[in-house]
C-alpha cells in the first residue's frame, strides 16, 4: 500500500462524507426536491461570496464561467484592462480576443502584481474601459492580488469590477459587496473541495446593468436567462446534479466553521508551507503577497522542477503542480486549500526535504518540518 | 420506506458501482494517470460514437455541446436548415440565433417527423445553406428522427449535418461514419447512465474542415484547442474529473453487453412501454417512429398530464416527466433509457394503473402490465 496524497492547487481532496453524499442516487433537477435543494444551497453561495446579488451557477469548469462574465457584460469593440500576471490573466485576454474586446494590459512580471494605484492611473488614460478583469488569488504564480483596492478604484469609475476568484473563495477573504466587486467567478474544485465540473458567476446590480445591454452572443452562457429561470423554480438546462448535492454538504461543512474561520485556516497552513519552503532554504515564487491558497517555489539552482513534482509522485505518491507556461522547469507548486489541515502541510514539507535529498541536493533533515511546527505553535 | 425510483428521461439512475467509482478519492488531471484514464475513455467513445474521428469531451450539459457545436462550424450570417419538431429542435434555432446563423425551418407538428425528401428539397431551395440541424431522440415528442436518411441526402451536398444525440447515444443506432455524420452531440445523463455534467462532440473530417473557416467567436467551446491540447496528453481546462471516471465504468459495461444489445435492449423495453400505455387506452404522442429512449403519451381527455406526473410522485416516489412548452398538461413521459431493464419499464406500467384509478379514470387492473409481459415474450 501506497497512501495517494492530492496536494496540488486544484482539483482538491474531497471528504469523503462529501463523495458519499454525491454518491446517493440520482435525484431530477425539475422537482420540489431539487427546488428545494437550491434554495438552501443559493443561501449558503450568498453568504459564502459575501453578497445579497444572485449566485447564478453554470455547469462547467472555471474558464466557462470566467467567458460567460465576458460575454454577458461587454460588446465587441468594447476595453477593457486586463491585470496580467499570470496565466490566468492570460486567460482574460485570450477570452477578450476571442470575443473581439480590446484589450489593456496591467502587465506585472510573474509572481508580482499589480498596485491599485497603477489600476487607477489606467482608467483614467482610459476613461472609456468598460471593465477590468483581474483574479484574486493568480493560481499560476501563487500571487494574492488587491481585489479590496482595485475595487476601491473601480466603483467610482464607469468601470465594472470583474474578479476571477477561482482559487480564493472560501480560502482568502473577498467581501464582494462591502468592497464593491461586480462580478465574482469561482469553481467548485479549489475551496469549495468537491470535483470539478461546476462554476458560479455572482453578478451585482452594476453588472446586472450591463447585462442589458452587452452584445456579445451568448447562449448556454446567459446569465440573465438561468437567473429568470432559477426564480421560477428550476434551471434553464440540465445542471451537474451530484455536484451540487456535494455542494450542500460543503456548503454545511463551512457554516459550521465559520467563514472567518476557513480564512483563518488557510492563512494558517500557507504560513507555516512558506516557513517550511523558505527553511530548507529554497525561495518563493511571489515576491509580494503570497496567496493563502498555495505555494509557489523556486527549483535550486540546477534542479529541474518537473524532477521535483516526478519525485513527489514517483517516491511519495503525492501529487502537486509543476509551472505553467514560462515558469515550467522553474517552479513548483503547493496547494493548500480546502480539504487541508495542519499535517497535510506538515507532510508536504516532509516530503519535500525526502525529494531534496533524493534530487542530490543537501538537507537538514527536520529544518523544514521544525519551521512548520513553529507556526503552528505561535498561531495557536 | 418509500422506495424511490427515477424514470424521467433524463438525468436517469446511474448504477450503484457507477456511483461508488465517481466516490473514489479525486485525481488530478494533468497526470500518468489521468491520461491513462482518457485514452481508455477515448477509445470507448469512439467505439460507441461508431467513428474514428476524435470524440471531443466538453465540460458542460447537453446544450453546451449543441451550442459548441454550431460556434466551431459555422459563422454569422451562414444559413443551417433546422428539423424543428418539438422543443430541442426549438433550441437549435435558439442558438443559430443568438449566434447570429440565419436558420430556414423544416417544420413538423409536435409528435411528428420530417422526411429526408423534405430536407433534400430544402437542401436544393437553399443550396447555400452551410448544415442541417437535427434531433436524432427528440426527448420532448418521444420521436426518433430519420437520420440515416438525412445523412444520405446531406453527405452529397454542401452543408454538414449536425446530430443532437443527446437521448439516443448508447440507446438507438447512430452510426457517423458509416451514415455520413458530420458532427453527433451527447451528454453523459442520458444512455450513459451518469450524472448530468459532461458532453460530447464528435466532430467528423467535412466539420473539421468546416472548423477551420468558421468564425464564430469561441473560447472555451473551442473543440480544434482542445482537441490539440487531448493529443499532446492533457486538456486544456479542468475536465469534470470524477463523471470521467464514472464513464470509464460505464464503457466497460456497455461493451461487455455488446453495442447492438444494447440498441435491442432499448427497443424492447420501448416496445413494452407503448403497449402498455395502449393497452390502457391511452395514446401515444408520437405519430411516427416513436423513439427507443421514452414513451411520450397523451393524458386522457379531461385529466391534466401534470396531475400524473404529481400522483407517479406523491403515491409511488416515481419521477417521470410532464409535457414541456405548449405540449404542458397534455403530455407524460416515461424515460427507459439508460440503466433499466424489464421490470422498471413492468413496474412503471404498473404504477400507471394506480395512478389513472387514484385519478378517477376506469382502469382494468392488469391489462397494461400483461401486454408489457406479452412483449417480453415474443421478443425472448
Known sequence: MKKYYLMAPGPTPVPANVLL???????????????????????????????????????????????????????????????????????????????????????????????????????????????????????????????????????????????????????????????????????????????????FCAVGPRAWERVATARLPRYYFDLAAERQWLARGEPHFTPAVAIMVGLREVLRMLEQEGLDNVFRRHERLARATRAGVEALGLSLFARAAPSPALTAAVAPAGVDSEQILRRYATSHNITIAGGQGEMKGRVFRLGHMGYVADYDVLTAVAALEQVLHELGQPVDFGAGVRAVQKVFVEAA
Open 21 to 199: 453524499a454525491m454518491a446517493q442516487p440520482m435525484i431530477h433537477h425539475r422537482t420540489p426536491e431539487y427546488e428545494a435543494l437550491w434554495i438552501e444551497v443559493h443561501a449558503g453561495l450568498k453568504r459564502l461570496f459575501q453578497t445579497t446579488t444572485d449566485v447564478i451557477p453554470v455547469t462547467s469548469s472555471g474558464t466557462g464561467a470566467m467567458e460567460a462574465a465576458v460575454v454577458n457584460t461587454l460588446s465587441a469593440g468594447d476595453t477593457a484592462l486586463v491585470v496580467r500576471a499570470g496565466k490566468f490573466g492570460e486567460r482574460w485576454e485570450e477570452i477578450c480576443r476571442a470575443h473581439g474586446v480590446t484589450t489593456v494590459p496591467l502587465v506585472a512580471p510573474f509572481g508580482a502584481t499589480v498596485s491599485a494605484e497603477r489600476v487607477a492611473a489606467a482608467l483614467a488614460g482610459h476613461p472609456g474601459a468598460r471593465a477590468v478583469l483581474m483574479q484574486h488569488s493568480e493560481s499560476s504564480t501563487g500571487v494574492l492580488h488587491d481585489v479590496r483596492g482595485v475595487a476601491a478604484v473601480t466603483r467610482g469609475s464607469a468601470a465594472i469590477l470583474v474578479v476571477d476568484a477561482v482559487s480564493s473563495l472560501a480560502i482568502a477573504d473577498l467581501a464582494m459587496d462591502a468592497w464593491g466587486v461586480d462580478v465574482v467567478v469561482a469553481g467548485s474544485q479549489k475551496g469549495l473541495m468537491l470535483p470539478p465540473g461546476l462554476a
